[in-house]
């Protein structure tokens, strides 16, 4: 394998920082409970990419580990999640956030 | 010499609380009586122990502490339960608890038929405990709780009868302005405590001149933040207004908290501090003009009161004043003589108004009381003796407590604040004889239903009355010169406030001189009783029947009318209005407007706040991302 | 390395024990029992004694395991047994509790041990990665404790708003860690205090945003403003013990992962960070006690008050130093023991599935119900810190510790606030004792265990007011770890 394509590092952290602003701004404008979590997921991984990106400037695993580690977590909140949003589409029809507010003041 | 047992002073009305919350309504009434009054007797009983005690010993070992526990220590600061028995504290536990015991018994006929009794008299225990601990605390920590104790339970007993929504919202317009003063407070003694490292009174006062610069910012402001916590609770400008609210609570509740014991707590402090305020000369100064401003202002406002005890408790702040004019000026011991005083002939006046009160199926309005001299001649005999002593007359108690005061202002060069005072005493004369007048002489307006039910109190009432009658009268006897260089009550303090603390600051005056204060301020009051008798005192019905049997009288009698009426609309007349004006506009437009305002403003935030609080999750992410943007911009502008 | 040999098992044994507790309760369930067995609690509290008991048999020693990661001293010690506590708390108010409201205990009983295991993780970590993990593992498991009556709209309404704000902060964490990565190159905190000591670079703005998105995702668990406003709403639709447990633990745990951070990692940074904890103490504070004043539900009171609590904890986090850190951790152990209490006397309240948790629910129980009336009364003084009680040492150590440091302006704000916040705990004693119920008054469970949770939480609060220097002295101890 040839040595590998030496993109530099601001690439990989504007593009990581992009993702995690459309995350953001995901979770911002979306209604749908169900997309808003896409989303947050989205901010996720635009960490673990920071995360692989740093990795490879700073030459250490450690980085690298880590994302596994993240990935594990973020498996585990999707099975959470998905399961708190379907409960709640059960009682009400809706998983719209603009539809839930029964508690609030 | 054994040590006299501080600690069961007030742990004697605390057990009181827990037996009664144990034995709950098993006790029945005759019980319940028996323990709450027993359990303050006994506390008595081991103060005058304790004082004798403390009076046995030489001058300069009058000073006793004990160290009931300790309550934490961290480093260098400690703070302990302790008691401190000293010269101060002995006066303070004996007025609280011997003028607490008589109230107590008052209130076992008082309440007789109330169906809360036994939460009645729970509530006093436990602000028995709570004011002792006050008054017998050696370090302010422990003082403050005592200083919180008291507050609430003043504010259960205002709300006693919750049920009267007057009664639930004085409670908690007293619990509010209470509030801003404990802010000052706890100011306070952070200050103290960062400065000075401790808030025991021997290490406190000790450190403080060392800690301190005379005269400087940091031991102004720390003792501005004191006297403004003794304003809450003492009922000073500009936290005054809640006490005649209080008055919605039970008359004896009136008596122990709100004239005779806790509404004093903030003299007792400010005495207690008295080594510290002396370091900041502005402080004092303040003290002053704040007392004799309240002393005169709440006594125009007594002016024009028709409910009895609301008389009474503008009344009780002006004499307040006067306290805490005489801590102004430097006279400490005035201050706490005039505390003792007032004490009895105060505590006298409500329960005498309880009684009429009790004795007219609840009527608290002047204008339907009169001629209650005959049908309740003890009552009437004790009131008259408690007026006399209040305007000050000699040889009743007030007279020698308010003469001091304002000798004190006189000699320490206070001649603004001295005819304040004077000013007020005149006052003081003439609204308290115009109740007297009002309740006791003259034609009765009582009403029909009122005059069938009316009957003097039960012994139970009497006996109380009759005891603070004799202490009205004698109690300002051990003000007597009999030596000089102070007389006896001043020489007992003296170890407190130091030689001659009271008049350190005062140049000597010739014996000319005070003969003649003395004399101005007793004319003063017989001014006041004199106005008083002429406005309130006439007859129709006399003038009536002289008129028609000496029609040559009778002209002397209109022209005596003529004064009358010209007395009236020259003094009286302005006076009254003025002061219904001032009452009107500046306590329920301006104060309450305040005190109200700071409420209202408060929920106003929150209601605006709770809006934010939309339930959206949008909304939430929203502003949570907002702080985060808010925090990158901080950041950016570095 | 370290050999995976010489790991001090004594010092892992709270991992073990929760976790094997955790499994345990999952695989009883091939055992039925009845909806009264009282097994998950029992097998629940035994995992808790077991795990506060190998950290106290190791309490005087100091471990560095898994490569320095995850650290045994003093102050992991202190939290340890308070989370320890505040579960076995917790365990104890829901005994009857869960049967009341048919929850399923197993799982019930195992989140709960889960999400201890998550808080003890985040206060042991030395790592940015192990705190993050710990973070997720209570996280993860309060979601689902906090939407655990499934049938009620509330408590699922909730669980989600809980979960998709506290996912939304955890992305904000984890970018903040990711960047401080970047910065340091390191996510260990010793390593990253060694590599800022003395460096230049201490204006690198990966550095400053990463620091500061670390905040915002702890903010967010702590409930500091303006990331709180999760909390009423989750704390109000939770379960009532689950709010309890979670106002106590995971506030803690947010706190004490912050005061390591803050501490181990990043004094180097203290001005920046200062002036910005100064705004968001006083803000929260405020916030906090303002809102509160006007809720007629009392748990949503409390929430309000939790929030102000947080505030109060920040205080002392801005005075900093060793006093300052001392207090905000004996701070947060009082106002624990304080709020469990509360809590577990508003799970009291009410017969089968029906919760009534409004301020005039209380009405009449003053006399109905002395003993409870009395305890509740406690607890609303030492929460708005009146002496003799436990919350006012608690406040005064930190305003004590935040004078000290010269923050007199945030102790104003602070005295403030406490003399605002008395005003609407006192509304419970007045609910209390001077009002009429409407009806009949509220029925009070009187479930032994969970009076036996109120009764200590009772006692601790009024000993510690009168005899705090002993838990003061540890607290000072615990912090002497992170020095």
Same mark, same amino acid.
């Given at each position: 394998m040839s040595a590998p394509m030496a993109v530099p590092l601001s690439w990989m952290l504007a593009l990581s920082g992009v993702v995690f602003v459309i995350g953001l701004i995901g979770v911002l404008v979306r209604r749908n409970a169900l997309v808003i979590f896409m989303s947050i997921e989205l901010m996720l991984n635009a960490a673990n990419l920071a995360f692989v990106a740093f990795a490879r400037q700073l030459d250490s695993l450690d980085g690298q580990v880590f994302v596994f580690f993240v990935m594990t977590v973020a498996a585990a909140e999707v099975a959470i999640g998905l399961a708190i949003i379907v409960n709640v589409f059960r009682l009400r029809e809706t998983v719209y956030v603009d539809e839930i507010n029964l508690l609030k003041g | 010499m054994t040590l006299p047992l501080l600690w069961i002073i007030p742990a004697l009305p605390l057990g009181a609380v827990a037996l009664s919350l144990l034995l709950g309504d098993r006790l029945g009434r005759r019980g319940t009586a028996w323990l709450a009054c027993g359990a303050v007797g006994a506390s008595f009983a081991f103060a005058v122990r304790a004082a004798l005690a403390l009076a046995a010993r030489p001058e300069e070992g009058r000073s006793i502490t004990e160290v009931a526990y300790r309550w934490m220590q961290v480093g260098d600061f400690s703070a302990?339960?302790?008691?401190?028995?000293?010269?101060?504290?002995?006066?303070?536990?004996?007025?609280?608890?011997?003028? *607490?015991?008589?109230?107590?018994?008052?209130?076992?006929?008082?309440?007789?038929?109330?169906?809360?009794?036994?939460?009645?008299?729970?509530?006093?225990?436990?602000?028995?405990?709570?004011?002792?601990?006050?008054?017998?605390?050696?370090?302010?920590?422990?003082?403050?709780?005592?200083?919180?104790?008291?507050?609430?339970?003043?504010?259960?007993?205002?709300?006693?009868?919750?049920?009267?929504?007057?009664?639930?919202?004085?409670?908690?317009?007293?619990?509010?302005?209470?509030?801003?003063?404990?802010? &000052?407070?706890?100011? &306070?003694?952070?200050?103290?405590?960062?400065?000075?490292?401790?808030?025991?009174?021997?290490?406190?006062?000790?450190? /403080?001149?060392?800690?301190?610069?005379? *005269?400087?910012?940091?031991?102004?402001?720390?003792?501005?933040?004191?006297?403004?916590?003794?304003?809450?609770?003492?009922?000073?400008?500009?936290?005054?207004?809640?006490?005649?609210?209080?008055?919605?609570?039970?008359?004896?509740?009136?008596?122990?908290?709100?004239? /005779?014991?806790?509404?004093?707590?903030?003299?007792?402090?400010?005495?207690?501090?008295?080594?510290?305020?002396?370091?900041?000369?502005?402080?004092?100064?303040?003290?002053?003009?704040?007392?004799?401003?309240?002393?005169?202002?709440?006594?125009?406002?007594?002016?024009? %009161?028709?409910?009895?005890?609301?008389?009474?408790?503008?009344?009780?702040?002006?004499?307040?004043?006067?306290?805490?004019?005489?801590?102004?000026?430097?006279?400490?011991?005035?201050?706490?003589?005039?505390?003792?005083?007032?004490?009895?002939?105060?505590?006298?006046?409500?329960?005498?108004?309880?009684?009429?009160?009790?004795?007219?199926?609840?009527e608290q309005d002047l204008r339907r009381m009169g001629g209650l001299a005959k049908k309740l001649p003890w009552t009437h005999a004790t009131m008259l003796v408690a007026t006399i002593a209040i305007a000050g007359i000699p040889p009743f108690a007030g007279f020698?407590?308010?003469?001091?005061?304002?000798? &004190?202002?006189?000699?320490? *060069?206070?001649?603004?604040?001295?005819?304040?005072?004077?000013?007020? /005493?005149?006052?003081?004369?003439?609204?308290?004889?115009?109740?007297?007048?009002?309740?006791?002489?003259?034609?009765?307006?009582?009403?029909?239903? /009122?005059?069938?039910?009316?009957?003097?109190?039960?012994?139970?009432?009497?006996?109380?009355?009759?005891?603070?009658?004799?202490?009205?009268?004698?109690?300002?006897?051990?003000?007597?010169?009999? %030596?000089?260089?102070?007389?006896?009550?001043?020489?007992?303090?003296?170890?407190?406030? *130091?030689?001659?603390?009271?008049?350190?600051?005062?140049?000597?005056?010739?014996?000319?001189?005070?003969?003649?204060?003395?004399?101005?301020?007793?004319?003063?009051?017989?001014?006041g009783i004199v106005f008083a008798f002429r406005a309130y005192l006439k007859d129709p019905s006399l003038a009536t029947r002289l008129r028609e049997r000496w029609p040559a009288v009778h002209r002397m009698l209109v022209h005596k009318y003529w004064v009358d009426e010209g007395l009236d609309a020259l003094v009286v007349m302005p006076l009254y209005r003025a002061s219904q004006r001032l009452w009107r506009f500046w306590d329920e437009k301006i104060v309450d407007g305040a005190v109200n305002g700071v409420g209202f403003l408060f929920e106003g935030f929150s209601v605006g706040l709770r809006l934010f609080q939309t339930g959206f999750v949008g909304t939430y992410a929203l502003f949570l991302t907002l702080g985060a943007v808010a925090l990158l911009l901080h950041f950016l502008r570095q | 390395m370290t050999p995976l040999i010489d790991v001090d098992w004594w010092a892992l044994g709270p991992g073990l024990a929760l976790s094997g507790g955790a499994m345990l309760l999952m695989l009883l369930e091939f055992v039925p029992a009845g909806r009264n067995s009282s097994r998950g609690a029992l097998v629940a509290l035994a995992s808790l004694l077991a795990a506060a008991a190998c950290v106290w048999r190791v309490h005087e020693v100091k471990r560095a395991l898994f490569d320095g990661m995850f650290v045994h001293d003093t102050f992991t010690v202190f939290f340890t047994l308070l989370f320890c506590g505040i579960a076995a708390l917790s365990v104890l108010l829901s005994w009857d509790y869960v049967k009341r409201m048919r929850i399923n205990q197993a799982e019930y009983y195992a989140l709960l041990l889960a999400a201890t295991l998550g808080m003890i993780v985040m206060s042991a970590s030395n790592d940015l990665i192990t705190i993050?993990?710990?973070?997720?593992?209570?996280?993860?498991?309060?979601?689902?404790?906090?939407? #655990?009556?499934?049938?009620?709209?509330?408590?699922?309404?909730?669980?989600?708003?809980?979960?998709?704000?506290?996912?939304?902060?955890?992305?904000?964490? =984890?970018?903040?860690?990711?960047?401080l990565y970047g910065a340091t190159g390191t996510t260990h905190l010793e390593r990253m205090a060694a590599f800022l000591a003395g460096s230049p670079l201490l204006s690198n703005p990966l550095l400053l945003m990463g620091g500061l998105l670390v905040l915002v995702g702890l903010g967010f668990k702590v409930a500091a403003v303006p990331f709180h406003m999760w909390t009423p709403d989750a704390y109000e639709g939770a379960p009532t013990t689950v709010t309890g447990y979670m106002s106590a633990g995971a506030k803690a745990a947010g706190f004490a992962a912050l005061l390591r951070l803050a501490l181990v990692a990043l004094p180097d940074l203290q001005a920046s960070w200062k002036?910005?904890?100064?705004?968001?103490?006083?803000?929260?504070?405020?916030?906090?006690?303002?809102?509160?004043?006007?809720?007629?539900?009392?748990?949503?009171?409390?929430?309000?008050?939790?929030?102000?609590?947080?505030?109060?904890? =920040?205080?002392?986090?801005?005075?900093?130093?060793?006093?300052?850190?001392?207090?905000?951790?004996?701070?947060?152990?009082?106002?624990?023991?304080?709020?469990?209490?509360?809590?577990?006397?508003?799970?009291?309240?009410?017969?089968?599935?029906?919760?009534?948790?409004?301020?005039?629910?209380?009405?009449?129980?003053?006399?109905?119900?002395?003993?409870?009336?009395?305890?509740?009364?406690? #607890?609303?003084?030492?929460?708005?810190?009146?002496?003799?009680?436990?919350? #006012?040492?608690?406040? #005064?150590?930190?305003?004590?510790?935040?004078?000290?440091?010269?923050?007199?302006?945030?102790?104003?704000?602070?005295?403030?606030?406490?003399?605002?916040?008395?005003?609407?705990?006192?509304?419970?004693?007045?609910?209390?004792?001077?009002?009429?119920?409407?009806?009949?008054?509220?029925?009070?469970?009187?479930?032994?265990?969970?009076?036996?949770?109120?009764?200590?939480?009772?006692?601790?609060?009024?000993?510690?007011?009168?005899?705090?220097?002993?838990?003061?002295?540890?607290a000072q101890r615990s912090v002497l770890g992170l020095m």
């Open positions: - | 302990n339960v302790a008691f401190l028995l000293d010269p101060l504290s002995a006066v303070m536990i004996l007025v609280v608890t011997g003028v *607490g015991f008589l109230i107590h018994v008052y209130s076992t006929g008082y309440m007789a038929h109330d169906p809360s009794f036994r939460r009645f008299f729970l509530y006093l225990n436990l602000f028995m405990f709570a004011m002792l601990t006050l008054v017998l605390a050696d370090n302010l920590l422990l003082l403050f709780v005592g200083w919180e104790g008291v507050g609430l339970c003043s504010y259960l007993l205002i709300g006693f009868w919750y049920t009267k929504p007057s009664a639930a919202e004085a409670g908690k317009k007293a619990f509010i302005v209470n509030r801003i003063g404990d802010f &000052g407070f706890l100011l &306070g003694m952070l200050a103290l405590v960062t400065w000075t490292g401790s808030l025991q009174y021997d290490a406190l006062f000790s450190a /403080a001149p060392q800690a301190f610069v005379a *005269g400087g910012i940091a031991i102004t402001v720390a003792t501005l933040l004191l006297f403004l916590g003794a304003t809450g609770k003492s009922a000073q400008i500009p936290l005054y207004t809640w006490l005649p609210d209080a008055m919605e609570g039970p008359t004896p509740v009136s008596a122990l908290i709100h004239a /005779a014991t806790m509404v004093t707590a903030g003299v007792y402090m400010v005495a207690r501090c008295h080594s510290l305020f002396q370091l900041a000369p502005i402080s004092l100064e303040v003290v002053a003009v704040v007392g004799a401003a309240t002393a005169l202002f709440a006594a125009t406002i007594g002016l024009a %009161q028709n409910d009895i005890k609301r008389v009474l408790a503008y009344s009780t702040i002006s004499q307040l004043g006067y306290m805490f004019m005489a801590c102004g000026v430097g006279a400490f011991g005035a201050g706490i003589f005039h505390l003792m005083t007032h004490a009895f002939f105060k505590a006298l006046l409500f329960l005498g108004a309880g009684s009429v009160i009790h004795a007219l199926s609840d020698f407590s308010k003469d001091e005061i304002l000798h &004190g202002a006189f000699a320490s *060069g206070h001649y603004g604040v001295w005819a304040v005072g004077l000013l007020g /005493a005149i006052l003081t004369a003439f609204y308290m004889f115009r109740l007297y007048v009002l309740a006791f002489r003259g034609g009765s307006r009582v009403s029909h239903e /009122a005059e069938h039910h009316l009957h003097e109190s039960p012994p139970s009432m009497i006996v109380p009355l009759f005891v603070l009658a004799i202490l009205s009268l004698i109690g300002g006897w051990i003000g007597l010169p009999f %030596q000089r260089g102070g007389h006896p009550f001043e020489r007992w303090l003296e170890p407190v406030f *130091g030689a001659g603390g009271a008049h350190g600051t005062m140049r000597p005056l010739s014996p000319m001189i005070e003969w003649l204060l003395i004399e101005v301020s007793v004319v003063a009051a017989l001014l | 993050f993990l710990g973070l997720e593992l209570m996280s993860l498991a309060l979601y689902v404790l906090v939407g #655990f009556r499934r049938s009620r709209l509330e408590s699922n309404e909730a669980a989600m708003k809980y979960f998709l704000l506290g996912a939304f902060a955890s992305g904000f964490l =984890l970018y903040g860690i990711a960047l002036p910005v904890l100064i705004a968001i103490a006083a803000l929260t504070m405020t916030v906090g006690n303002v809102t509160a004043l006007l809720q007629t539900n009392l748990k949503r009171m409390l929430a309000y008050s939790s929030i102000a609590h947080a505030g109060y904890v =920040l205080v002392a986090v801005v005075a900093g130093g060793n006093e300052g850190a001392a207090a905000a951790v004996f701070y947060l152990a009082i106002y624990s023991l304080m709020n469990l209490g509360a809590f577990g006397i508003v799970a009291l309240l009410g017969r089968d599935q029906d919760e009534p948790v409004l301020l005039s629910d209380l009405a009449g129980l003053g006399f109905k119900n002395p003993a409870l009336a009395f305890a509740l009364t406690i #607890f609303m003084l030492s929460l708005g810190g009146i002496p003799p009680t436990a919350g #006012f040492m608690g406040k #005064f150590y930190v305003f004590r510790a935040a004078v000290q440091a010269g923050q007199i302006p945030l102790v104003i704000v602070g005295v403030l606030n406490s003399v605002v916040s008395i005003f609407y705990y006192l509304r419970v004693t007045v609910a209390l004792y001077m009002e009429e119920p409407a009806g009949e008054p509220t029925a009070v469970s009187r479930s032994i265990p969970a009076v036996i949770g109120v009764v200590v939480s009772l006692a601790l609060t009024l000993w510690w007011g009168l005899q705090a220097h002993a838990l003061l002295e540890q």
